[in-house]
T-cell receptor
Framework: RKEVEQDPGPFNVPEGATVAFNCTYS??????FFWYRQDCRKEPKLLMS???SGNEDGRFTAQLNRASQYISLLIRDSKLSDSATYLC?????????????FGKGTKLSVKP | EADIYQTPRYLVIGTGKKITLECSQT?????MYWYQQDPGMELHLIHY???????EKGDLSSESTVSRIRTEHFPLTLESARPSHTSQYLC??????????FGPGTRLLVL
């Protein structure tokens, strides 16, 4: 089983739609979780960290379910500019310890 | 925006040449990383460093080598480039919180 698994998509949605991505991780001891966004032919950029209590940043909501070992990202009122690949990222350790483990990414395409 | 820089951004070179990809960051981060990524594919960690004089190989075997003589600088070298080395190379760094910041990448084409 891969350490971080994501549905590769693509998710093709119309503008204004709500879309949700899930990601599962294999190591129950994992401590920190992130979502990154990567545009075509660009570098990954941090979208948001994922906290145990769940967190929201504008149209984006991240949730962590430790019991089921999955992380979710919800995008509301999707925009054309949300089209990108979304990378689920896990670290076995917290803070600066260990290395980040990147999923393969889920591709989102928002259409007019 | 993160202060991490890579040069060159694009490089086309012939087989057998020695190349060095530069990466520098001005955030004072101890940890730095090199990833390799082919178009539409996942990131593969090829090297990382926890600080000056520390270098480790990543999950994907690579013929490249790295050095870390200064905190801010983490160059990657290929002694003899081959077409199989054609890829995008992404440098990243992270600080106390563990969040990684990526440079813009170097797109390498070996003919």
């Amino acid at each position: 089983r891969k350490e971080v698994e994501q549905d590769p998509g693509p998710f093709n949605v119309p503008e204004g739609a709500t879309v949700a991505f899930n990601c599962t991780y294999s190591n129950s001891a994992s401590q920190s979780f992130f979502w990154y966004r990567q545009d075509c032919r660009k570098e990954p950029k941090l979208l948001m960290s994922v906290y145990s209590s769940g967190n929201e940043d504008g149209r984006f909501t991240a949730q962590l379910n430790r019991a089921s070992q999955y992380i979710s990202l919800l995008i509301r009122d999707s925009k054309l500019s949300d089209s990108a690949t979304y990378l689920c990222v896990v670290n076995l350790y917290g803070g600066s310890q260990g290395n980040l483990i990147f999923g393969k990414g889920t591709k989102l395409s928002v259409k007019p | 925006e993160a202060d991490i820089y890579q040069t060159p951004r694009y490089l086309v070179i012939g087989t057998g040449k020695k190349i060095t990809l530069e990466c520098s960051q001005t955030m004072g981060h101890d940890k730095m990383y090199w990833y390799q990524q082919d178009p539409g594919m996942e990131l593969h960690l090829i090297h990382y460093s926890y600080g000056v004089n520390s270098t480790e190989k990543g999950d994907l075997s690579s013929e490249s080598t790295v050095s870390r003589i200064r905190t801010e600088h983490f160059p990657l070298t290929l002694e003899s480039a081959r077409p199989s080395h054609t890829s995008q190379y992404l440098c990243a760094s992270s600080g106390a919180l563990g969040t990684q910041y990526f440079g813009p990448g170097t797109r390498l084409l070996v003919l």
